[in-house]
């Protein structure tokens, strides 16, 4: 494959790699590779045929020399005779064919000398002259020592005659192929020879007249024109298939050319024109029923298809503009409907400023983009809170007015004085009253008074609420459970009652928080709830619900949000106390302004002493610019400030908090303040003043973050 675009290549490059040139190429290689495989096989034949002609030749040779000798002479006795004298002699007297050949072929001069022997000869030189065998000869196989025994041949050559009596070694397949003849097939044996070479041996036996072999009249062809013959093939085959593959290339390209190439090209110019005028805007077009595309195959149906496609796609276009503009026109009434949603829910915090009995705080975050949950807390009297968690069956846009509903019930009849049981019972009958989609919801609705943490709830099946108590840690309340709101008319809540004393801590939730997953599908759990909420017990309310929030989105991971997730957490202070409120700002030396501005005017609401309060801003421009100079170096990040005031001990409570890099400013001895100016090192001063005018200095790292806590008596 090419490396570039076919858009980034030449026009050489292009025709290189065009369906045409590939198409040449490939009906090129496979013409060549069909033309060598016909080749072998034609030579297999050719070579084939040859040697089957030249054994049938042979045999005739052999066959027709037999008749004749039958009828002129008796070459069975001669046979006989020649082996006879063959057979009685030793090995060393063999042996003397080539040391002595006189004496040992003077052994056959009778046989030699006769007549008969002349006749045969002039016979088997007659047909070997006369034909195509380049040599007749008269021979015996003996098994024993095994050899062919030359009884007449008429080859004169010096280099490849032999005289009657002479033998030579034969293979032992030859022998026993030629001595165990049954005359049925063509006598025949094919062998690489010293004489000949490669050479076609054929015969005919000659018989006694008990039956017995005396001996063969045999025909040698030689094999030496097969080699010119298969060169000459070679070579008249492989031009005539070289004009072929050439011609049968050439028009394979035309013809694909012309039936795919050029079809294909105009599909694509077509493609190419349609992007085109899209890009341009153009909304209607006909690229592709314009095209004269007629091969009557795959192409034309392409085309065919191609075309209603362009038709169907423009209609499809309108239908695609109208369901973009109805789907923008959802989400922003979706986006109006979480705003509405989320501003029919409390969210400005702290909530009631001027309430120094509780400080609590809530978060909501739906799973879909309404959801079904809600939380509420609202004043009744000047004396008691309501507090308000309940989960709506189902999801979306459905769950969500089911859910407005439910909230305007609880606080309008709420508000009205009635106890939480009646509040459940009053909400119940005027739901169930008409409710035809049969929805349901889980309500848990509680009334604190704030004069003495006595908090009086009834629960409409949801979650177990979650209390610490002072110096305690998160435990559940097991409390009993009424029927969901909305599920049966007549259903009875059972209320309880519980006391808060001051420090203590409501932690409410719906079944979004234990039942969310992680990648394995597990429960985030109740255990594993108690166990987070107990490792942030001691920080305000905020902080506890941001920091489960944060943790349940750890746990969840790319786990898709399956449930509303909402929480609220209340911190009861009890009556007179200020309870616990902070501010989060940017830790910059500019808003040191802005944190001295918010604790002054809760030092204000308790009259501290003007003293204090300047000892208590000198400390709060000391810390915080520390914290803004220090913390995180050229980064950027936040810092919490909280105010905490104990009316019994008259004392003021100040906690900066930062994510910085760890820093513990107590950790450094106290400058020695009787040296000089000169003599002293510098920094440390600032600290070592805090120390001395606040009445306490804490210092610990906690949850990655560094929590540095003054505290000042004001009178």
């Known amino acids: 494959m090419p490396e570039k675009n076919v858009r980034d290549m030449t026009k050489f490059e292009r025709l290189h790699n065009s369906l045409a040139t590939r198409t040449f190429r490939a009906t090129l290689m496979g013409a060549i590779v069909l033309g060598v495989l016909a080749l072998i096989i034609g030579l297999a034949w050719y070579a084939y045929l040859y040697c089957r002609q030249t054994v049938h030749q042979a045999f005739g040779i052999s066959k027709n020399v037999q008749a004749i000798m039958n009828e002129v002479v008796d070459p069975a006795a001669m046979g006989n005779d020649v082996m006879t004298i063959y057979r009685s002699l030793t090995d060393e007297e063999r042996a003397e064919e080539k040391t002595n050949p006189e004496k040992y072929y003077a052994r056959y001069s009778e046989i030699t000398g006769s007549e008969a022997h002349a006749i045969v000869l002039a016979i088997l030189d007659d047909f070997r002259d006369s034909g195509t065998a380049n040599d007749v000869y008269f021979a015996m196989y003996d098994k024993e020592t095994k050899s062919i025994v030359y009884i007449a041949d008429s080859d004169n050559s010096a280099r490849t005659g032999v005289r009657t009596g002479s033998f030579e070694s034969a293979s032992e397949k030859e022998i026993n192929k ?29 018989k006694n007249p008990d039956g017995s072999i005396a001996g063969f009249i045999l025909s040698d062809l030689t094999l030496k024109d097969i080699a010119s013959g298969m060169k000459g093939f070679a070579i008249f085959f492989s031009i005539s298939m070289f004009i072929v593959v050439i011609l049968l290339a050439v028009l394979m390209a035309r013809h694909m050319e012309k039936k795919l190439v050029k079809p294909i090209n105009e599909i694509a110019g077509a493609a190419e024109a349609y992007v085109k005028d899209k890009k341009a805007g153009v909304k209607y077009s006909e690229h592709f029923s314009g095209l004269k595309i007629n ?13 209603d496609m362009e038709g169907e796609l423009a209609d499809h276009e309108e239908d695609l503009a109208r369901i973009a503009a109805e789907k923008e026109r959802i989400g922003t009434e979706l986006s109006l409907a979480t705003k509405i949603q989320a501003d029919m829910l409390p969210n400005i915090f702290p909530a009631f400023p001027d309430k120094s009995e509780f400080d609590i705080y809530a978060s909501m975050k739906p799973a879909k983009e309404v959801g079904g949950d809600f939380y509420d807390f609202f004043l009744i009297d000047a004396d008691h809170l309501g507090l308000v ?76 609420p979650i209390l610490k108590k002072p110096d305690g840690d998160f435990e559940l309340v097991k409390d009993k459970h009424g029927f969901v709101v909305g599920g049966m008319p007549d259903a009875v809540y059972t209320e309880y009652e519980l006391k808060l004393e001051p420090g203590a801590k409501l932690f409410l939730y719906t079944d979004g928080v234990t039942e969310a997953t992680d990648e394995i599908a597990e429960l985030f759990g109740t255990d594993r709830l108690l166990s987070e909420l107990n490792k942030v017990k001691d920080e305000s309310t905020e902080d506890i619900i941001k920091s489960m929030n944060d943790c349940i989105a750890l746990y969840s991971g790319d786990t898709p949000q399956f449930d509303d997730v909402t929480m609220m957490c209340l911190h009861y202070s009890g009556k007179g106390a200020t309870g616990l409120k902070q501010i989060t700002v940017d830790a910059k030396v500019e808003n040191i302004a802005a944190v001295t501005d918010f604790i002054n005017s809760e030092l204000e609401m308790i009259g501290c002493p003007f003293k204090a309060k300047m000892q208590i801003d000198v400390a709060i421009d000391e810390l915080f610019g520390n914290i803004a100079h220090y913390a995180y170096g050229e980064e950027s990040g936040t810092a919490t400030v909280r105010f905490k005031y104990e009316k019994e001990a008259d004392t003021a409570e100040i906690t900066f908090i930062d994510s910085g890099v760890p820093y513990d400013p107590l950790a450094k001895e106290d400058p020695d303040v009787t040296l000089g100016v000169k003599e002293r090192a510098v920094g440390g001063l600032g600290i070592f003043l805090v120390k001395k005018t606040m009445d306490s200095m804490e210092y610990e790292r906690k949850n990655d973050k560094n929590v540095l806590k003054i505290r000042k008596k004001l009178r």
């Open 389 to 464: 968690i309940a989960d709506v069956s189902g999801k979306g846009v459905p769950a969500a007015l089911f859910m407005m509903v439910s909230k305007i019930l609880v606080q309008n009849i709420a508000m009205s004085g009635k106890s939480p049981a009646q509040v459940l019972r009053s909400i119940n009958t005027q739901i169930c009253s008409n409710n035809r989609e049969e929805m349901f919801v889980t309500v848990w609705f509680g009334s604190l008074d704030l004069r003495d943490g006595t908090l009086r709830a009834a629960n409409a099946g949801h979650e177990y």
């Open 178 to 206: 030629f001595l165990n003849w049954d005359e049925k097939k063509i006598l025949y044996n094919i062998e690489n020879t010293q004489r000949f070479g490669w050479i076609c041996t054929s015969g005919v036996s000659v």
């Open 295 to 307: 091969t009557g195959d795959e192409l034309e149906n392409l085309a065919l298809t191609m075309a």
